[in-house]
């Protein structure tokens, strides 16, 4: 009878304390997942601000540009049929 005691007390107290456990677990997950998508939108965000200031950089280096001229185009006045230098045919 005392063993039997002793053992529901036992039983009592470990029980208690699976509880306990899993309460930790079910906290320590939530928290992972709460992180998670903390870190997802975070990660978003800052490729949205890359993506944007990236656009603006090269708006800036496009306004104001000058295109230079196509060398391998005969000037004008030149003959187009002009052979390009260092191609001599003996």
């Known amino acids: 009878q005392k063993m039997s005691g002793i053992s529901a007390q036992h039983s009592t107290k470990i029980d208690g304390k699976r ?18 998508s903390q870190t997802s939108e975070m990660k978003k965000e800052a490729r949205k601000e890359r993506q944007q ?25 030149e003959e187009a049929t002009k052979e390009p230098q260092g191609t001599a045919v003996a």
């Open 19 to 36: 509880e306990q456990l899993q309460q930790v677990q079910k906290m320590f997950r939530t928290f992972a997942v709460s992180l998670e």
């Open 53 to 77: 200031r990236r656009a603006v950089t090269l708006h800036k280096m496009d306004t104001g540009s000058v295109s230079l001229p196509d060398i391998h185009q005969p000037r004008p006045g």
